[in-house]
């Protein structure tokens, strides 16, 4: 199945966290959106593996993706290696996307800094014909960078306050990791300790910056192309 958008994360949430707003969207709009899971989060403070995987459905389904698949890679051990690449590499081959997003290059945890550099490798290395010559080599697709712990350059912004419901809902699938419930055995984490709320917040100043309700950014390493400047004056004259 060839897909229109893959997202990338380390870990089932951080795609969720990011950009479920931009999923929504797309997805509504009738675009092929993948994601993939680099491993299965087995380091978590809270939480089974096998609860993560079921949530992960369950945001998957609720956001309308065409596929999520997990590459079974060891949590708190992703590195630059060349099983690890491959494994990343053959994920693009496989479902040709336009567009491809990662994690942005800085962050507080160290999988989601791996991960984007993996994901940057292996977009490089999926266009190239010898590099694994079994697996066909597929074009290059364009790749953007979404925020997950720590905001930093924002080359695009996407207005979500349409979606932003779905976005909660989608996080809200994660109980494991943003909630504490009486009864079960959960420790205080970054993630259950208000974090939802101030992904809220974020991505309320990031859509502040455009006079949007709700908004979620993304960088980019690669200048952008446009046709026309454009202002609504010179559309009307054009018009």
Same mark, same amino acid.
């Given at each position: 199945? /060839? #897909? ?16 479920? $707003?931009?999923?929504? /969207?797309?997805?509504?709009? *009738?675009?092929?959106?993948? #994601?993939?899971?680099? +491993? ?8 089974? =593996? ?13 956001? *309308? =993706? ?63 014909? /010898? ?22 350059? +924002? ?13 909660? @809902? ?34 309320? #100043?990031? $859509? ?26 010179? @559309?009307?004259? =054009?018009?």
């Amino acid at each position: 199945m /060839k #897909l229109d958008i893959l997202v990338f994360g380390a870990h089932a949430d951080d795609a969720e966290i990011g950009m479920a $707003g931009t999923i929504a /969207k797309h997805t509504a709009a *009738g675009f092929k959106v993948g #994601l993939c899971d680099l +491993t299965a989060a087995e380091m978590s403070s809270n939480g089974t =593996v096998e609860r993560r995987k079921m949530e992960a459905q369950q945001a998957a389904d609720l956001l *309308g =993706v065409s596929t999520r698949t997990n590459l079974g890679l060891p949590d708190r051990g992703l590195y630059m290696t060349e099983e690890h690449l491959a494994a990343v590499t053959l994920e693009i081959r496989k479902f040709a996307p336009d567009i491809v997003f990662a994690p942005y290059w800085e962050d507080r945890h160290p999988d989601h800094i791996a991960c984007s550099k993996l994901v940057e490798e292996a977009v490089f290395n999926a266009k190239l014909r /010898k590099y694994m010559p079994d697996k066909p080599a597929v074009p290059a697709p364009q790749l953007y960078f979404y925020f997950i712990n720590d905001l930093g350059r +924002t080359d695009l912004i996407v207005d979500v306050t349409g979606q932003y419901s779905l976005k909660e @809902q989608a996080l809200s699938c994660y109980r494991s990791q943003f909630e504490k419930n009486p009864g079960e055995d959960v420790v205080s984490t970054p993630l259950n300790e208000g974090y939802i709320e101030r992904v809220r917040s974020r991505d309320m #100043l990031l $859509g502040q910056r455009r006079l949007i309700p709700y908004a979620e950014g993304f960088a980019s390493k690669v200048p952008h192309t446009v046709e026309l400047f454009s202002t609504p004056h010179k @559309q009307a004259q =054009v018009r």
